[in-house]
């Protein structure tokens, strides 16, 4: 399969994230297969089900446009005055470069958004993850 990025979104309670501690995002945990948050490593959301990709893209253009419209869609979220912004440029650049790109902001309602766009086939620094079917 040609390089390519797929895309995670998960928003969720903070509670959910750090419940007690974080065991449950690291891999090799009993809990890391069906734990629904995300996992503390990007290269990670590769070993999660193939269900769980929001979207794939084999043009960094494409994924960097992805990524800026997940900003914009969860505008509303960020707290007070902050809004993130993509800097598409720079997003595209390090797409090209095989590299992930991760965002994790907290939201609203005591919430953590995080957005990422993960290399694989394969991914730069775990080689020995196999791609997620889908």
């Known amino acids: 399969m040609a390089p390519h990025h797929h895309a995670y979104v998960w928003i969720g309670h903070g509670d ?5 501690g974080d065991a449950h995002r690291r891999a090799g945990h009993p809990e890391f297969p069906s734990a629904q948050v995300m996992p503390l490593e990007s290269a990670d959301w590769l070993l ?5 990709i929001e979207a794939t893209f084999t043009e960094p ?3 960097a446009d992805w990524y800026a419209k997940q900003l914009t ?3 509303e ?3 007070g005055t902050y809004a993130p912004t993509a800097d598409r440029n ?10 992930d790109v991760v965002g994790g902001w907290w939201v609203t309602g005591n ?6 766009l993960v290399a694989c086939s394969p991914h730069r620094l775990r080689r ?3 791609c997620p079917a889908r």
Do not use: Q
């Open 111 to 116: 919430r953590f958004l995080s957005v990422n």
């Open 16 to 20: 959910v994230l750090v419940k007690p």
């Open 73 to 75: 869609h969860h505008t």
């Open 48 to 52: 999660k089900s193939a269900a769980r």
């Open 77 to 79: 979220t960020f707290a």
């Open 61 to 63: 253009e494409e994924a």
């Open 90 to 99: 720079e997003i595209v650049r390090r797409l090209a470069a095989g590299d």
């Open 128 to 130: 020995e993850y196999a």
